[in-house]
């Protein structure tokens, strides 16, 4: 399984442990976090997963580890290790449910650009001009920045 980063602390892993616990033990917190998701990402949490990201056919978990994985929720295809550009999608929305998880956020690298869908922003342009849109994420899954290849910031 691919990690977070090959730095995360032990301080980090207990964060994640911290989190996965108390959206077992702390049913308000969940639904305050969670809403109408909050039983999902309930029984996520029972298999040591804190759930960072839901999308329409997928869920993109972390484990008590750093273990990032996506699950599949619409086919029931065996969770799989999810890509870098996943980890940074889920990451980067994470932060909405779970401002803890910043110190996990990966940093721009040197050789990064800013991203030309939301000019360096995180929200595409769209967003600005209807609301509605506002969680249709970016290339660069709200980093503001994307790595081009050959610059030695390469993503997947």
Same mark, same amino acid.
């Given at each position: 399984?691919? %990690?977070?980063? &090959?730095?995360? %602390?032990? $301080?980090?892993?207990?964060?994640?442990? *911290?989190?996965?616990?108390?959206?077992?033990?702390?049913? =308000? @917190?969940?639904? /305050?976090?969670?809403?109408?998701?909050?039983?999902?990402?309930?029984?996520?949490?029972?298999?040591?997963?804190? =759930?960072?990201?839901? @999308?329409?056919?997928? &869920? &993109?978990?972390? &484990?008590?580890?750093?273990?990032?994985?996506?699950?599949?929720?619409?086919?029931?295809?065996?969770?799989?290790?999810?890509?870098?550009? @996943?980890?940074?999608?889920?990451?980067?929305?994470?932060? /909405?449910? *779970?401002?803890?998880?910043?110190?996990?956020?990966?940093? /721009?690298? $040197?050789?990064? +650009?800013?991203?030309?869908?939301?000019?360096?922003?995180?929200?595409?342009?769209?967003?600005?001009?209807?609301?509605?849109?506002?969680?249709? +994420?970016?290339?660069?899954?709200?980093?503001?920045?994307?790595?081009?290849?050959?610059?030695? $910031?390469? $993503?997947?």
């Amino acid at each position: 399984m691919t %990690t977070v980063a &090959t730095g995360l %602390t032990s $301080a980090q892993r207990d964060l994640i442990g *911290f989190l996965i616990d108390e959206a077992l033990r702390d049913p =308000v @917190e969940l639904e /305050r976090r969670w809403l109408n998701a909050a039983a999902f990402v309930r029984d996520r949490a029972k298999s040591g997963q804190l =759930v960072l990201l839901r @999308e329409w056919t997928q &869920t &993109t978990v972390i &484990t008590r580890n750093g273990d990032v994985l996506v699950v599949d929720t619409e086919e029931g295809a065996p969770d799989r290790p999810a890509t870098q550009a @996943e980890r940074y999608l889920a990451l980067f929305h994470s932060i /909405r449910q *779970f401002p803890e998880l910043l110190s996990l956020l990966p940093p /721009r690298p $040197a050789g990064a +650009s800013d991203c030309p869908d939301c000019l360096g922003t995180g929200l595409h342009r769209e967003v600005l001009s209807n609301p509605v849109l506002r969680s249709v +994420s970016c290339r660069c899954g709200g980093a503001g920045w994307i790595s081009l290849p050959g610059s030695g $910031a390469d $993503a997947e």
